[in-house]
């Protein structure tokens, strides 16, 4: 059984930073990119960034380019975004997510196969 835990999520003023992490179980991380994305009340899911299987390629969503930084360790099953200047509208329920295929990237939530149950992030002004 595949499962991802997400972790690190927490309250913290605006211009602080936060780290989560994502554990995959049940399989290897190895060949496909994991993705996060992040859910505002009453939204659909909103791409975040994701980060291809060797960690050479990564993309991120206008909304957090050159704040936030995705990094992987395939060795630990295990991706990090490094959230940096949080802004209040940041907050949100963030998940991480495998891609269904391998040796691609994609922003698309429906190519991603298997989420985390998520972790809350809410920056105060």
């Known amino acids: 059984q595949v499962q991802l835990v997400e972790s690190g999520g927490g309250s913290v003023q605006a211009g602080g930073s936060l780290t989560l992490s994502c554990v995959v179980s049940g399989r290897t991380i190895r060949t496909n990119a994991v993705a996060w994305f992040r859910q505002y009340p009453g939204q659909d899911r909103e791409f975040v960034g994701t980060?291809?299987?060797?960690?050479?390629?990564?993309y991120y969503a206008d909304s957090v380019k050159g704040r936030f930084a995705l990094s992987r360790d395939n060795a630990k099953n295990t991706v990090w975004l490094q959230m940096n200047s949080l802004k209040p509208e940041d907050t949100a329920l963030y998940y991480c997510a495998l891609d269904r295929q391998y040796g691609r990237v994609a922003v698309d939530s429906a190519e991603y196969i298997y989420w985390g149950r998520g972790t809350q992030v809410t920056v105060s002004s």
């Open positions: 980060i291809n299987w060797s960690g050479g390629s990564v």
